[in-house]
């Protein structure tokens, strides 16, 4: 079965920085990428990336100061998270599928697998 493993999350306070990791199983995607989820609220995309060209699309809330990266040695995804808020706080889901990610890379219902999450904590 495929595993997406996501690694890097931890409790930090406010202007703290954190990189997450996703190592999947499999590596047959063309778009890999992360969502979350903060308590009482929608799963929101955050950034993805083109594993073909390493095209990035992010999230405007966060453009500023997430970058997503690729190790195509390490079959890893990255996401550097810098100068981090309360409001970053949230689960952190990394995501694949086998299609491009394209215009519709925000709605979670096109990645075909999921990892566990990985809780990211921000104090105020």
């Known amino acids: 079965q495929v595993r997406l493993v996501e690694s890097g999350g931890g409790s930090v306070q406010t202007g703290d920085s954190l990189n997450l990791s996703c190592a999947p199983s499999?590596?047959?995607?063309?778009?890999m990428g992360w969502f979350r989820q903060a308590p009482g609220k929608e799963r929101e995309a955050v950034a993805v990336?083109?594993?073909?060209?390493?095209?990035?699309s992010v999230t405007d809330s966060v453009k500023d100061r997430f970058t997503i990266s690729l190790d195509v040695g390490k079959k890893t995804v990255y996401l550097q998270m810098n100068s981090l808020t309360h409001e970053d706080t949230a689960t952190y889901y990394c995501?694949?599928?086998?299609?491009?990610?394209?215009?519709?890379?925000?709605?979670?219902?096109?990645?075909?697998?999921w990892g566990r999450g990985t809780q990211v904590t921000v104090s105020s």
């Open positions: 499999e590596y047959n995607w063309m778009c």
């Open positions: 995501v694949v599928k086998f299609e491009r990610c394209g215009p519709a890379w925000y709605v979670a219902d096109n990645y075909a697998y």
């Open positions: 990336i083109s594993t073909g060209f390493g095209v990035a």
